[in-house]
């Protein structure tokens, strides 16, 4: 079982940066690919950023591509997100994801550990 911890929500204002962290606990998702994915009110789920087990491919959604960047440290078991510039469009619940293969995906399905979330608000 590999239980996730995210934290770096928070409430900010536009063009302010954020840094989010994964942490996980239990088994560590050392050899998994991870992931970032948010969820604004009344809206779907989708994805943001991915990292493959070693760091070596990442991946981003259209919508933050040079804003946001992923990255990782495999001894601390954490996956981190910086996310430079916001928007009010990022304004969202922010969920980490650690999933079965090593490889990243932008695909909600390929992720089989979620955890709980933290807010991010941005405002104009």
């Known amino acids: 079982q590999v239980r996730l911890t995210e934290s770096g929500g928070g409430a900010v204002q536009a063009g302010a940066s954020l840094r989010l962290s994964c942490t996980s606990s239990g088994n560590t998702f050392s050899n998994n690919g991870v992931g970032w994915f948010r969820q604004a009110p009344g809206k779907e789920r989708e994805f943001v950023s991915s990292i493959s087990w070693n760091g070596g491919d990442t991946l981003y959604a259209d919508s933050v591509k040079g804003r946001f960047t992923i990255s990782r440290d495999r001894y601390k078991h954490t996956v981190s997100l910086q996310m430079n510039d916001l928007e009010p469009e990022d304004t969202a619940v922010y969920y980490c994801?650690?999933?079965?293969?090593?490889?990243?995906?932008?695909?909600?399905?390929?992720?089989?550990?979620w955890g709980q979330g933290t807010q991010v608000t941005v405002s104009s």
């Open positions: 994801a650690a999933a079965l293969r090593a490889s990243a995906s932008s695909a909600s399905t390929a992720y089989r550990y």
